[in-house]
Each structure stands twice: as C-alpha cells, then as structure tokens.
C-alpha cells in the first residue's frame, strides 16, 4: 500500500549539498518519488512510496531534522514522474532569502499558530474582524478558498513582496489577519513579511488547509477543491465538496484543471468534464489554439 509524505521544517542547514547527497541516497535506497528543496534555512519535500518505506524515511530523516511533522495524504510513487532532490536559495521562492530568519525553533518573527479548532473560537470572538489572508497563488484560490478570504493577484510566490509593498493591503493592518496555504509552508514565511510591514494580528493555520480539512472537511469555513502540485492536481475533502471554479469555455462550475493542449503554453486550463471532451476546446487561449 502506498501513500503521499507531505512535510517541511526550517532551521539552519550548514552544508545543504551534503544534505541534498544523503537525502538523494535515501530516496533512491527506499525507492521513492517525489520533489525535496534544501536551502540554508531548512527543507521542504513531497514524496511517495509504499507505507514501509515513508515510515523508514521518517524516522531516518529525524535524525538530523528533529522536530519535523510529517503529514499523511493518499497517493503514492505514481503521483510523480521521477525523484528530483535540489538545493535552492529557498525553499520557497518569495525571493526574501535575505529577510528571512530561522534558527532551531523554526521561523523567526512569524504569525502565531491556530489549530483548526482555534480559527473558528478566533473567529467566533472578534467576527467581520477576522480576515482569512490566502498564501498561495491566484490558480489556486480559483477552485478553493476560506469563505470571504482576501486573495491576492499572484501568479507565483515571489509577487507577494510587491503585492504586499503595494500598499493596496493596508487595511488590513488591524485586522485579525489569519493567513493559510496548503500545508503551512508558505505561511511561515509570508505571515514574518506581513508581521515586518505592520499588519499588527497575523495567524497562520498550523498545517495550512490539509489539517483544516482533516478537522472539519466542507463542513467548516472551507469552500471549493484543494490544488496540489502533483498528478492529482487537486483533492476534496468529502463528497459534500463544492465547484467554486469557472470554466474557461463554458462558465459552468468546476475544479478541473487540465494543461493547455499546446506544449509550448505551459500554462492550466480551469475546463470542465463537457469541454474538456472537445478538443478544440482543451487550450488555454484561442492563440493557443491557431499557432
């Protein structure tokens, strides 16, 4: 049987290639897909196997990376095309490598943590106050978002700092600013940018949407499909799940997201079960489909 590994952990890494060599090793050693990030500041991967196989990476990754919390999702090594281990500036890229602290505790200067349980008694307590603040990019937040959350116009992490430099969030500065994304990650780093700027109240959810969907699927303040960056392209939380997405053709609702039919594009298409049958129709722009 197989699963998916989800887990991240910053803290000083002081030689990240032999990092990256003895991760690699292991990988290939437990026969093991997926896509692992090492920089100076700590690590961050997504992996797939059978169940034996996670469970001996966890406890050899320990080793070294104490503290880390792994989190279980359904999968497995089919999920991704091959095993890629790589160092990096960052293990996120918002392109504030310089900004950003760490030292063995984690994350320097962020939001305070929420459990799944503590966003709603935050939200029950201080009402329109609360403001959800989406960490992850605007595809994303197309097929799944916490309800009235504010989604910033990015296309990719690193458009955070103008988008936050902008100005155009200011408002939100005394608010209770609760940020998320879908394991946590990318809130540990925006939640100390917003915080360095004067948003006063920033949280970020402890596990990001995956263990505010473990806690209360669709029967909470979460609406819509989840995004993942591997061959499922996205997951619902149960069968209660609703389409917030449009399809591109169409207007009809839907989570799908197929890639545009040209290669060269590289771009997703948000196309529903009905257009996506049309070949004509599985481009991301008529441009796409004439060149």
Not at 68 to 76: H, N, P, V
Not at 270 to 278: F, H, N, P, S, T
């Amino acid at each position: 049987m197989q699963k998916i590994l989800l887990y991240y952990r910053f803290m000083p890494v002081a030689d990240p290639a032999a990092v990256r060599l003895w991760q690699k090793t292991l990988c290939e050693k437990l026969n093991l897909y997926g896509r692992i990030l090492i920089s100076r500041h700590g690590i961050n991967g997504t992996v797939g196997g059978e169940i034996v196989d996670l469970k001996n990476y966890i406890k050899e990754t320990k080793q070294y990376f104490a503290g880390t919390e792994f989190k279980w999702s359904e999968g497995g090594r089919d999920n991704f095309p091959k095993l890629s281990v790589k160092v990096r500036d960052e293990i996120v890229s918002f392109g504030a490598g310089e900004e950003l602290r760490v030292d063995a505790d984690g994350v320097v200067g962020g939001g305070q943590h929420l459990r799944p349980e503590q966003v709603h008694e935050l939200v029950a307590k201080y009402g329109d106050e609360v403001v959800f603040f989406d960490g992850r990019n605007a595809y994303e937040a197309a097929v799944g978002k916490f309800k009235n959350a504010v989604v910033p116009a990015t296309r990719t992490s690193k458009d955070f700092l103008s988008e936050l430099n902008s100005g155009k969030y200011d408002y939100l500065k005394d608010k209770y600013v609760v940020t998320y994304c879908t394991g946590g990650i990318r809130c540990e780093i925006l939640s100390p940018l917003m915080r360095n700027r004067g948003f006063k109240n920033v949280y970020q959810i402890e596990g990001g949407i995956v263990k505010y969907g473990e806690k209360y699927g669709d029967a909470g303040l979460w609406e819509g499909s989840l995004y993942v960056f591997d061959g499922r392209m996205g997951v619902k939380f149960s069968d209660q799940a609703t389409d917030i997405g449009t399809c591109i053709h169409c207007g009809s609702k839907t989570s799908n997201y197929e890639n545009c039919a040209r290669e060269s594009c590289n771009e997703l298409v948000l196309i529903c079960e009905d257009c996506k049958r049309q070949p004509t129709r599985r481009y991301h722009t008529a441009t796409c489909r004439t060149d």
